[in-house]
């Protein structure tokens, strides 16, 4: 059996606040603001997996006004989900996500990105795409306000 999932998030951009996407620190002018680490495609990325598991959302099994998650690495979040999904019997079969940030590039981070992903998510590198886009200088990605991200994953019972 298969299951389909999506996921989506955004953080505002700020000063004074690391840049973490996918796991790697971006170095960056501007931060993502957030009740932990605020990885926009970590987030993204549990939603999509709690979507194919039907588990409702990140924001419920997380509650941001937990003080334990303050600043928390969301990559413990993603291996909590993971944990989830593999007492359901399931495992990945392929990830696709988009994040959309103005500045900087972030061509140069996708391979950390993907290797990171994929060694809490317990696959292969192979299995998980990242792509970058700009907001070509328009709405809140554009205009460096926001950092968006999208994720789909396919999951298979073992
Ligand atoms: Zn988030």
């Known amino acids: ?5 999506l996921g989506s ?4 951009l700020v000063e004074g606040r690391p840049l973490v996407i996918g796991g790697v620190r ?16 970590v987030h993204a990325l549990c939603d999509a997996i709690l979507g194919a598991l039907s588990l409702r959302d ?6 941001s006004d937990e003080e334990r998650w303050r600043n928390a690495e969301s990559f413990i979040f993603l291996k909590y989900v993971v944990g989830l999904m593999k007492d359901k019997g399931f495992e990945i079969v392929n990830v696709d996500s988009t994040v959309h940030l ?3 590039k ?7 990105m993907r290797a990171g992903i994929a060694e809490v998510l317990e696959t292969d590198p192979n299995n998980v795409n990242v792509k970058a886009k700009t907001g070509e200088g328009v709405d809140a990605v554009g205009e460096r306000r926001a950092v968006r991200a999208d994720a789909v994953v396919m999951l ?3």
């Open 1 to 5: 059996m298969f299951r389909i999932g």
């Open 9 to 12: 998030d955004i953080h505002r």
């Open 26 to 41: 971006i170095e960056s002018e501007l931060g993502a603001e957030g009740h932990s680490d605020a990885d926009v495609l």
């Open 58 to 63: 990140i924001g419920k099994q997380f509650p």
């Open 102 to 104: 103005e500045k900087p």
């Open 106 to 112: 972030l061509r140069p981070y996708i391979d950390e």
């Open 156 to 158: 298979a019972k073992v």
